[in-house]
């Protein structure tokens, strides 16, 4: 079942691009989190995303969020993908798809893994919820949701 505004992100962990274990919880009640979960590292419309992320991503910390990118390519592709984009925010391996299936991001056309943006208050309730193919909206609604809350 897909997660709604309003609703708490579940607890999860996964490996990131140093091999180290990310927990939710370690986030939960001290900041707030945009969680998007894109298709493929290195690929043209991920790339776009993700270095917009990049160029935005002070803008995002000044707001006080951290910004986690996951897909389900592994931790050595994450590392890849990182380096050479200079990517300065998290990216998580979702392997077997769990957190893919956890927050309920469906498959577009029913092939391609599912583009989604989540943004939650630093308690950890989703205030934004932005599914499109379109890679750079994502970075404006998830700019302008923070904007908001931070009023």
């Given amino acids: 079942m897909a997660l709604k505004i309003g609703d708490k992100i579940p607890n999860f962990t996964a490996k990131d691009t140093n091999g180290n274990l990310f927990d939710s919880q370690d986030y939960i009640g001290k900041q707030p989190l945009v969680i998007y979960f894109y298709p493929k590292d290195d690929t043209p419309g991920c790339t776009a995303q ?3 992320f990049r160029d935005n991503y002070q803008e995002f910390k000044d707001l006080g969020a951290e910004v986690v990118g ?8 994450h590392l890849k993908f990182k380096s050479k984009f200079n990517l300065p925010f998290i990216l998580l391996s979702d392997n077997d798809k769990k957190l893919r299936k956890l927050f309920g991001v469906q498959n577009n056309l029913f092939i391609i893994p599912g583009r989604e943006t ?4 630093k308690n950890g309730i ?3 919820i932005f599914n499109s193919m379109s890679a750079e909206i ?10 908001e809350l931070v009023k």
């Fill in 50 to 52: 993700a270095c917009s």
């Fill in 126 to 128: 989703i205030i934004m």
């Fill in 70 to 77: 996951i897909s389900s390519d592994t931790v050595t592709s």
């Fill in 118 to 121: 989540f943004v939650m208050d």
């Fill in 138 to 147: 994502h970075i404006e609604k998830a700019l302008k949701t923070l904007k």
